[in-house]
């Protein structure tokens, strides 16, 4: 059985041997084709924004060209460039909204949990207070039968039943 697993075990270090130095066969890329392929992503992304830019300024100076056209365009981007600032505002009072309501569904949770605490704790001080009385009230009962059978026990030794302490008179006459 050793000699099975020995076999085995020289076979996964033969292919991990045969992996490592052929990495373009096992399906990975070595390090020099990583780094060209991301070098190339990289050149697309900036050409792509180059353009982007490009037709930007060129739309821009299109529409630009006589000082009215350009005075109305400059308006327009102030106009956009202060509507972020009050959709900021906007958004910054919703969340302060959801905040406050979220603290507000904490806080009752919190309530709840407490009330919930306090509520198990009198009903176990309740339960432990019910046993030590039922505890109690079993030791007395178990006390007075233990002291009638006492009593029983005495009477009986002292020769019969309960009539027998009377003492009889006699009328002398």
Do not use: C, W
Not at 12 to 37: L, N
Not at 168 to 173: G, I, M
């Amino acid at each position: 059985m050793a000699e099975v697993f020995a076999a085995k075990r020289q076979a996964t270090t033969d292919k991990m041997e045969e992996q490592k130095q052929e990495p373009g066969k096992a399906g990975q890329e070595t390090v020099e084709e990583r780094r060209a392929r991301l070098l190339a992503q990289r050149d697309a992304l900036r050409e792509a924004k180059k353009k982007q830019m490009q037709d930007e300024l060129q739309t821009f100076n299109e529409k630009t060209k006589t000082k009215d056209t350009l005075f109305d365009e400059l308006k327009k981007m102030d106009a956009q460039k202060g509507k972020p600032a009050q959709l900021a505002a906007e958004e910054q009072a919703a969340l302060d909204k959801r905040r406050a309501i979220m603290r507000g569904v904490k806080q009752q949770i919190v309530s709840d949990e407490r009330d919930a605490q306090s509520r198990q704790d009198r009903e176990r001080a309740q339960n432990e207070e019910m046993q030590k009385s039922m505890k109690a009230d079993a030791l007395h009962a178990k006390q007075g039968n233990a002291d009638k059978q006492q009593q029983d026990d005495k009477g009986e030794s002292m020769g019969g039943g309960f009539l027998d302490n009377l003492q009889a008179y006699k009328v002398n006459e």
